[in-house]
C-alpha cells in the first residue's frame, strides 16, 4: 500500500464511521400532510368561507347577465322602432340614434361582465393561497410540536411525490418509497390541531371508522 492509500484509507474510515453515528442519531417520522389537511376542523371552516365568497360574487355576475339581457331585448326593440316607416324620418332618426346608444352600452356592460368574471377566478385563487398559506404555518407548528416531543430530528411527508420528467411524458413517482408508519405522527397532529375547534364543530377523526361498528 503506498502512501497516498495509507492516508487515504483511514479518513475513508472516519467518514464512514462518523456518518453512520450520525444516521444512527436522526430520528425520522413521517406525516400523511394531504390527509392532515383534510381532517384539520379550520379546513372545511376555509372551504365553506371561500364556497360563500365565491357564491356572492357569482350572485353579482348571474346579476350582470341579465340585466344584458334585458339590455337586448331594449335594443331589439329600438331597431324595430328605427325601421317603423309609420312615423316621420326625423323621428326615426331619433330612434335610430337612441339604439346607437343603447348599443354602446351593452358592449360596455359585456366588457364589465367580461372583467368581473375573470377577477372571480383571480379574487377566489388568492383567497385559497392565502387562507392555505395560513392553514400550512399552523400544521408545520403541530408537527414541530409532535416531532420535539418524541424527539425527531426529520418529518417527512409520506404523501408527497416527486416529479420525473421522460421523453414519452413526465410522471410522478412516491418520494416515500417505504415506510413501517410505526413512526407516523399524523393521528397525533390531527388531534393536537383539533383540540381547540368550537363544540358546535365535528372534529374529524385522524383514521376512518371501522365499518364494522357501524350497525
Do not use: C, H
Not at 453515528?21 to 381532517?39: E, G, H, I, R
Not at 366588457?111 to 392553514?135: H, P, W, Y
Not at 417505504?178 to 377523526?205: F, H, R
Amino acid at each position: 500500500m503506498n502512501t497516498f492509500l495509507k492516508k487515504l484509507v483511514p479518513g475513508v474510515l472516519l467518514i464512514s464511521v462518523l456518518s453512520g453515528s450520525a444516521f444512527a442519531q436522526t430520528k425520522v417520522a413521517t406525516v400523511n400532510l394531504p390527509k392532515v389537511f383534510d381532517k384539520y376542523w379550520k379546513t372545511e371552516q376555509a372551504a365553506a368561507l371561500l364556497k360563500g365568497r365565491a357564491g356572492e360574487m357569482q350572485k353579482s355576475l348571474d346579476e350582470m347577465v341579465d340585466g344584458l339581457k334585458k339590455g337586448r331585448a331594449e335594443y331589439q326593440k329600438l331597431v324595430e322602432d328605427a325601421n317603423n316607416q309609420a312615423v316621420s324620418a326625423e323621428e326615426r332618426d331619433k330612434r335610430k340614434a337612441a339604439a346607437e346608444d343603447k348599443l354602446r352600452d351593452l358592449k360596455a356592460t359585456e366588457d364589465s361582465i367580461t372583467q368581473f368574471d375573470r377577477q372571480i377566478s383571480v379574487t377566489i385563487g388568492e383567497q385559497k393561497a392565502r387562507m392555505r398559506k395560513n392553514l400550512l404555518e399552523e400544521i408545520k407548528l403541530a408537527i414541530a410540536s409532535k416531532a420535539k416531543a418524541g424527539g425527531y430530528s426529520v418529518v417527512v411527508d409520506s404523501a408527497a411525490q416527486t416529479y420525473s420528467p421522460d421523453p414519452s411524458g413526465p410522471y410522478y413517482t412516491p418520494a416515500v418509497l417505504y415506510s413501517d408508519d410505526q413512526n407516523d405522527l399524523t393521528g397525533a397532529v390531527v388531534s393536537q390541531l383539533n383540540a381547540g375547534a368550537p363544540l358546535d364543530i365535528a372534529k374529524p377523526d385522524a383514521k376512518p371508522a371501522d365499518p364494522k361498528l357501524k350497525k
